[in-house]
C-alpha cells in the first residue's frame, strides 16, 4: 500500500484524474478495451469533473460503478446517476456504461444476466474506491449477511448486499474482482477516515472490509 497525501482536494482532483488517464491510454494502447470501475457517493465527483476531459478513446472503455443501490438508475442515490452527470460527459460520453442493477428486478434476478457482460471485461483494468468511516468498501459492509461469502476468494464476480445500517438492497462487486484490478486507488478525505484506514490494516476483512484490498493499492488523501 503506498499513500499519496495532497495539500488539499482539489490538488488531489486534478493529480489522481490525470494518473487514471494515464493508466486507461497505457491499457489502450496494449488491448482492444479498457474497464474502469468506479466509486459512487460525492467523494469521487471532482475527479471524475477532471477526468472526463482527457483525450481518450473513451469508446473503447467500459464505465461501470463498483456497486449500486437497487433504485432507478435516476434517483438521487444512485451510483449510476453521479456516473451519468459527471463522468460520462464530455469526451467521456462515449464510453460504454455498465448497471450492475437492472431497475424493477430483484437483485439476484440481476446478477446472471449483469455477470455474463461483465465477466468478459475482467480483469478491472483500473479501480478507484471509497470507503467509509466503517471501513466498508463499495457495498462490503461489516456484519452484513453473506459477507464472508462475497470475501471469499473464489466468490462469484457480484453479490447482493443487504446491510442493515443502509436504506436500501444493493449489488456489489466482490472482493477478489476489487482485489483482482490491474490498478487500484482509493480517496479517502479527512481525519477520521485517515485513522479508520489505519486501523483498519491490522484487522480482519470481516471486521473491516477495505483490508481485503489494501495490497498494492495507492491512497489519495487530502484534508
Not at 468506479?38 to 473503447?60: E, I, N
Not at 449510476?80 to 437492472?102: C, D, F, T
Not at 463499495?138 to 464476480?157: K, N, R, V
Not at 482485489?179 to 486501523?199: D, Q, T, V
Request: aromatic share 4%.
Amino acid at each position: 500500500m503506498n499513500i499519496q497525501d495532497y495539500p488539499d482536494r482539489d490538488m488531489l482532483a486534478i493529480d489522481l484524474a490525470n494518473h487514471l488517464a494515464g493508466e486507461l491510454e497505457a491499457t489502450l494502447f496494449t488491448h482492444d478495451s479498457a474497464t474502469l470501475a468506479v466509486a459512487g457517493g460525492t467523494t469521487p465527483g471532482p475527479v471524475f469533473d477532471v477526468l472526463c476531459a482527457a483525450d481518450l478513446d473513451w469508446h473503447r472503455v467500459m464505465v461501470l460503478p463498483t456497486d449500486e443501490r437497487c433504485v432507478p438508475q435516476d434517483h438521487s442515490r444512485a451510483n449510476a446517476r453521479l456516473i451519468a452527470e459527471r463522468l460520462l460527459v464530455n469526451r467521456a460520453a462515449s464510453a460504454r456504461y455498465l448497471p450492475l442493477y437492472l431497475p424493477g428486478a430483484e437483485p439476484e434476478d440481476c446478477l446472471a444476466e449483469v455477470e455474463a457482460l461483465l465477466t468478459p471485461a475482467l480483469p478491472l483494468s483500473v479501480l478507484v474506491l471509497g470507503m467509509g468511516e466503517d471501513m466498508h468498501t463499495a457495498s462490503l459492509f461489516a456484519g452484513m449477511p453473506g459477507l464472508a461469502a462475497a470475501l471469499d476468494a473464489d466468490a462469484p464476480a457480484l453479490a447482493v448486499a443487504r446491510p442493515e445500517t443502509q436504506p436500501e438492497n444493493r449489488i456489489t462487486l466482490t472482493a477478489p474482482v476489487l482485489n483482482g484490478a490491474l490498478s487500484k486507488h482509493l480517496i479517502i478525505y479527512g481525519a477520521a477516515k485517515r485513522k479508520a484506514l489505519e486501523r483498519a490494516m491490522s484487522m480482519h476483512p470481516e471486521e473491516a472490509p477495505i483490508a481485503a484490498v489494501l495490497d498494492g493499492i495507492t491512497v489519495h488523501w487530502a484534508e
